[in-house]
């Protein structure tokens, strides 16, 4: 059982590219979310998923496309990148919303653009 | 606007030591509160998930109380190892999808 897994673990880009960062999970998880992590400001979210094609804007949604086409993959796109969204991102699932369960977190994947 | 606050920033103890880490939100209005623990380079791991009608929960060495008039929770660690060592968030869910976290205590117990 793989849990949440993320790829690319890093990623360097320059200003202007764009990627995709992958999010997939094996647990049958109906909620699927994205973060991200600075330094002295916490975790902020993205964009979160309740379930097969069902997406909606977090905290920081700007520069960031998300699709949910399978339960399994919440794919995480960057048009454009700047150097602002240099940061490590994490994918989190759990089994129904947010009620009473837990999150579940990827390793986090660090990107980093010039 | 849910702002999430957690004091102090860092702490360092000597092993054995009983800790309390702490966490205040500004709207009280809150579905539930959790607690993570995060290692250096790793993801985030739930410790403890406090429902907005519980006080209490806890795990082995670990109890989460949740104060939700007041804004508070607390973490409490008894008789800390350095394997204790590591950032721990609180987060908290209001009556959406979202959980908003707090930045974290940096953790360090040294033998």
């Known amino acids: 059982n793989a849990g949440v897994t993320q790829t690319p673990k890093f990623q360097v880009l320059k200003t202007g590219q764009s990627m995709t960062l992958q999010c997939a999970q094996d647990?049958?998880?109906?909620?699927m979310s994205w973060y991200r992590q600075d330094p002295g400001m916490g975790l902020r979210l993205i964009h979160y998923s309740v379930g097969a094609g069902i997406t909606d804007q977090g905290e920081v949604p700007n520069g960031y496309n998300v699709s949910r086409s399978t339960t399994e993959d919440f794919p995480l796109r960057l048009l454009s990148a700047a150097p602002s969204q240099t940061s490590v991102y994490f994918c989190a699932s759990s089994p129904q919303g947010l009620g009473a369960n837990v999150l579940t977190f990827g390793a986090g994947s660090r990107l980093t653009v010039l | 606007k849910q702002e999430v606050t957690q004091i102090p920033a860092a702490l360092s103890v000597p092993e054995g030591e009983n800790l309390v880490l702490n966490c205040s939100f500004t709207?009280?209005?809150?579905?539930?509160l959790q607690w993570f623990r995060q290692d250096p380079g790793k993801g985030l791991t739930s410790l403890l998930l406090?429902?907005?009608?519980?006080r209490e929960q806890t795990s082995g060495r670990l109890n989460a109380s949740l104060d939700k008039s007041s804004g508070r929770s607390t973490l409490y660690i008894a008789a800390s190892q350095p394997g204790d060592s590591a950032t721990y968030l609180c987060?908290?869910?209001?009556?959406?999808?979202?959980?908003?976290f707090g930045t974290g205590t940096r953790l360090q117990v040294f033998p």
């Open positions: 709207d009280s209005a809150i579905y539930n």
């Open positions: 647990m049958n998880h109906e909620y």
């Open positions: 406090i429902q907005s009608s519980q």
């Open positions: 987060a908290v869910r209001g009556n959406t999808d979202k959980l908003i």
